[in-house]
């Protein structure tokens, strides 16, 4: 599902118009950003959990060569599911 999908499906579902939706979805994506910039962990319970975590410096090697090459330390998004997301995708028969 692709964004215009998403904004059509959740229009449908909530009976606002579309583009009620898609400036929701932007304003969403705006505070994320902003939240994760500032360090903070934004929970929507059931669903996700947003937050900003810490990669240590480490040791890699270059695939094509072999060669180690230093990985400097970074800060990564994190997200995880919440139980909703969790109970669907356990819901799913594995084939």
Same mark, same amino acid.
Request: no cysteine; glycine share 6%.
């Given at each position: 599902?692709?964004?215009? #999908? =998403? /904004?059509? !499906? *959740?229009?449908?579902?909530?009976? %606002? ?6 400036? @929701? ?5 705006? #505070? =994320? /950003?902003? !939240? *994760?910039?500032?360090?903070?962990? %934004? ?6 959990? @947003? ?45």
């Amino acid at each position: 599902m692709n964004k215009a #999908e =998403l /904004v059509s !499906a *959740i229009a449908k579902r909530a009976e %606002v118009p579309a583009s009620t939706v898609d400036s @929701v979805l932007a304003g969403l994506q705006e #505070e =994320l /950003v902003e !939240a *994760i910039t500032r360090g903070d962990k %934004v929970a929507l319970p059931g669903l996700l959990t @947003v937050e900003r975590s810490q990669r240590s410096a480490r040791t890699g090697r270059n695939p094509q060569t072999g060669e180690s090459i230093e990985i400097a330390a970074a800060h990564t998004a994190k997200v995880t599911a919440g139980s909703n997301l969790k109970k669907a995708a356990a819901a799913v028969p594995v084939k």
